[in-house]
């Protein structure tokens, strides 16, 4: 544990939240804004893209990052918060931000659940165990006719919703406010007693435990929160392409990015996953438009291996060191 | 290279209307065609698990597009297509299409293939109002009834009561008559919507469904499977499978000696020439359904010297070497496409969109009318079956009489051999 742990400057933190707060609520309306100077379409459906991963990378971050617990299941929970959306919406007629609360709730609990399930299993064993679990969700949702099942489920969304200029428009909102708001939750976690408690259990579970953490109640909370998150991250995905099927929300690509944006941006940070995921799916949605080929996850593999070797933690780490 | 498309269309166009400077009145029509071509862009699964299909695509627009250029463009304007590859990754779609409608300005769209990758498109399409092309869906507009959706696929709109007619057609071929049928598809929506049509046609013959099951995609091993269907004993096997499975299964089948009546169905694998070279015997008296075949009743107009020339740079595009499934189709497509907007004579997409559910097209896969939720007026499912095969040797696919077409009747080119199995 590091010696900031040993003290609790709790008035000091609450003097830190307020700049933050105006600081993420500017840089968004700075994008927003200029994204609608620009006045086109594709910048906010690229603008989604990447937002979906700065969501997706800091809900990860919470458990691999600070905890040290490596999920390789973010596809499984990002997939169930999908379809969750897409449960609400039929069963219920929920649009949109009622089905990213309840994705909330669902994926949230499914973390809790996940969490009390594995959780005392460690390193490798743990990372196995949500691997399964996207395996096991992806069976469910395969043999689910009410959400689709195999076949996919359509969601008919509006050409337009007043007073924004478009759809694309609409869901980009949502999706920067969702990325500002996850943003702020990883920050708070991590300079609170609980990310703290998770840095305490990354460095030594066994000696954290004895100094009194508990440890299993933290990564509780760390499982719960992280599922929510990336479950949050998925609920606008059946509105933004207006058809899922089980491929694509359960795309081996969401499982490589988010644990590969942490890593890149430098996990343990909360703005390690922001730089990662913005760096990298900025490139992967360039090489899309460009070189146009499946290189996308070849170049994320690539610069995952050179960091790995050349700064293993990341960006952040890297320039840190210096 | 196929992936760096667009640079190499605007090589081609460019190149295009410099040869037509000698061919034109005068350079400056020539060098104002150069200046404005007319772009046709899509996403397209030039990598990914769909890829053989998407490149095969890819190839038939693109000779489409160098011989509309070679006769002097359309509108009088070169052709310039503008590709993407979507990776066969529905999350790249709304971002490519937003990409070629909003930057790129392109004048046309048409759609990736195939159902998975169209449905995330519709949105933006529908949004802008523009007339969409698409090419081998599965009732995507069943859901959006976007009414400026014209989709090139010989399944039609109702595949429940379309889709299997033809194999029931087969089965009362059989000399006996058939009592018993056994139904499995892979999870997925095509198949699934292939069974239910088969279960249908069961259901209205009295044919007794001895085994009804449908599989995950991710299956390898399908010798329980196919014991199962055995030990049913079913006179006929309907099988809806993707490729990777419909390997599986034809494998397992061959291995245990299983020879029903009639064994087929919808597989998707054997129409492409690597599964026809690779599986080689297995094929032997397959019913299956089909898109193209090269006997004497599908000669339309065009398609020999279309195929000719797929066929002369499929190697080098890595795709299908045979185009015997969807390329013809795709040409077809372009074809529609083109004799819609010389007889508009200008790109209007309300104008496109009425043009194309007015009039029936002249195209090398015969004629193609579009009815009103934008699938073809009137289905055509063929139902093949490989006849006389004894290796993997490819040419005998370029010929007739290795696929006869069984049904529908308007089509039909030989007779049904029973039961299925290689020869002995």
């Known amino acids: 544990m590091s010696a900031t742990t040993l003290t609790d400057p709790r008035g000091a933190d609450r003097i830190r939240h307020l700049p933050f707060w105006l600081g993420a609520v500017g840089v968004a309306l700075a994008v927003f804004l200029a994204l609608r100077l620009i006045g086109n379409e594709y910048g906010y459906y690229a603008g989604y893209f990447v937002l979906q991963y700065v969501v997706l990378a800091s809900a990860w971050n919470i458990l691999g990052g600070y905890a040290g617990y490596v999920n390789f299941g973010a596809a499984g929970f990002l997939a169930a918060g999908a379809y969750t959306a897409i449960f609400v919406r039929k069963a219920f007629g929920f649009d949109l931000i009622p089905g990213i609360l309840c994705a909330a709730v669902v994926t949230g609990l499914l973390g809790l659940g996940t969490g009390y399930l594995t959780l005392r299993l460690r390193g490798v064993y743990f990372s196995i165990a949500t691997l399964c679990l996207a395996v096991v969700l992806q069976t469910l949702v395969v043999n689910w006719d009410y959400v689709g099942g195999s076949r996919g489920a359509y969601v008919i969304r509006p050409m337009t919703i007043p007073p924004f200029a478009s759809y694309g428009e609409y869901i980009f909102l949502v999706m920067l406010a969702l990325a500002v708001i996850t943003v702020g939750i990883a920050r708070t976690v991590e300079v609170s007693r609980l990310g703290r408690g998770l840095q305490a259990i990354r460095d030594n579970e066994r000696a954290a435990e004895a100094v009194g953490v508990p440890t299993l109640r933290l990564k509780l909370m760390a499982t719960a929160l992280c599922g929510a998150l990336m479950g949050v991250a998925g609920a606008p995905l059946p509105y933004y392409s207006g058809y899922l099927n089980p491929d694509a929300a359960f795309s081996l690509a969401f499982a490589v990015n988010a644990i590969a944006m942490p890593l890149i941006g430098g996990a343990g940070t909360w703005a390690g996953p922001v730089i990662g995921a913005v760096l990298l799916a900025s490139l992967q949605q360039a090489a899309t438009v460009t070189i146009s080929s499946a290189l996308n996850l070849w170049i994320v593999g690539w610069i995952l291996v050179i960091f790995v070797t050349i700064a293993p933690r990341g960006i952040l780490g890297w320039f840190g060191k210096r | ?254 291995e245990l000696r299983f020879q029903p009546q009639i064994f087929g169905g919808a597989m998707v694998g054997p129409q492409l020439a690597a599964m026809q070279a690779q599986l080689g015997p297995i094929l032997n008296n397959l019913v299956n359904w089909d898109t193209y075949s090269p006997e004497p009743t599908m000669q339309f107009p065009g398609v020999a010297a279309f195929q000719a020339k797929y066929r002369e740079r499929a190697p080098a595009a890595q795709t299908d070497l045979l185009g015997n499934y969807i390329p013809p189709y795709a040409y077809a497509q372009m074809q529609v496409l083109e004799a819609a907007l010389t007889r508009i004579g200008k790109v209007d997409q309300a104008a496109l969109a009425a043009d194309l559910r007015a009039n029936t097209f002249e195209t090398i896969v015969g004629k193609v009318k579009f009815g009103p939720t934008g699938e073809w007026a009137e289905s055509r499912n063929l139902y093949c079956q490989f006849q006389n095969i004894t290796d993997g040797d490819l040419e005998r696919y370029k010929k007739p009489g290795a696929k006869v077409i069984l049904a529908p009747a308007a089509l039909k080119s030989g007779s049904l051999r029973a039961p299925y199995g290689p020869p002995a």
Do not use: C
């Open chain 2, 1 to 254: 290279m196929a992936l760096i498309t667009r640079r190499r269309l605007g090589q081609a166009a460019l190149a295009s209307a410099i040869a037509g400077a000698g061919q034109t009145p005068g350079l400056f029509p020539a060098f104002a065609q150069s200046a404005n071509p007319l772009r046709i862009g899509y996403g397209m699964a030039l990598s990914g698990g769909l890829a053989g299909n998407g490149r095969a695509t890819n190839l038939a627009y693109q000779i489409w597009a160098e011989e509309v250029n070679a006769r002097g463009g359309l509108l009088g304007r070169p052709v310039q297509l503008v590709v993407y590859d979507d990776q066969t990754n529905g999350g790249t779609v709304p971002g490519i299409y937003t990409k070629l409608l909003d930057v790129d300005k392109v004048d046309i769209v048409t759609s990736p293939y195939a159902t998975a990758m169209i449905a995330p498109a519709m949105p933006v399409v529908m949004q802008r109002q523009v007339t969409f092309l698409t090419i081998f869906g599965a009732g995507v507009n069943e859901s959006f009834k976007y009414d400026r959706h014209f989709n090139m696929n010989v399944v039609g709109d109702n595949m429940k009561e379309t889709y299997a007619k033809g194999f029931f057609e087969v089965i009362d071929m059989l000399p006996s008559p058939a009592r018993s049928i056994a139904i499995t598809a892979v999870d997925n929506e095509f198949a699934q919507k292939a069974a239910e049509s088969a279960r249908h046609f069961a259901n209205q013959r009295k044919l007794r469904i001895v085994y009804d099951r449908s599989y995950p995609p991710t299956t390898v091993d399908f010798t329980p499977t196919v014991r199962a269907i055995q030990s049913a004993r079913p006179d006929v096997v309907f099988i809806a499978s993707y490729p990777p499975d419909t390997n599986g299964i034809l494998r397992a089948v061959s």
